[in-house]
């Protein structure tokens, strides 16, 4: 990967952290949340797109990891792919621009 390809996949991935996947809704039960992004070292569940049909997500992908501690569970962790954080970038950037017009 040459320098200016990596600087472009770093700067696309601070975007990616500055989503809110819990749309503000964290929860009362819910704290010490984390995010950050990762390679994967094994296969985890990407639930990203439909939180109901997650998908394999294989060891070496790139992911955002939220990790959390809920009341009465303990650790949550929860992956999600590039794909679907693409997909929430086009998502917030349509509400945006509904927002511009209005």
């Given at each position: 990967m040459t320098t200016n390809e990596?600087?472009?996949?770093?700067?696309?991935?601070?975007?990616?952290?500055?989503?809110?996947?819990?749309?503000?809704?964290?929860?009362?039960?819910?704290s010490c949340h984390t995010y950050r992004?990762?390679?994967?070292?094994?296969?985890?569940?990407?639930?990203?797109?439909?939180?109901?049909?997650?998908?394999?997500?294989?060891?070496?992908?790139?992911?955002?990891?939220?990790r959390w501690i809920e009341e009465g569970e303990g650790w949550m962790t929860q992956y999600r792919c590039v794909e679907a954080l693409e997909a929430d970038m086009k998502e917030l950037d349509g509400e945006k621009e509904q927002d511009a017009l209005q």
């Open positions: 990596e600087s472009a996949r770093t700067e696309r991935e601070k975007d990616y952290l500055s989503i809110d996947p819990f749309d503000g809704d964290f929860g009362d039960g819910m992004m990762v390679t994967t070292r094994t296969a985890h569940l990407c639930v990203g797109l439909d939180p109901d049909h997650a998908h394999e997500l294989p060891a070496g992908s790139r992911a955002r990891v939220d």
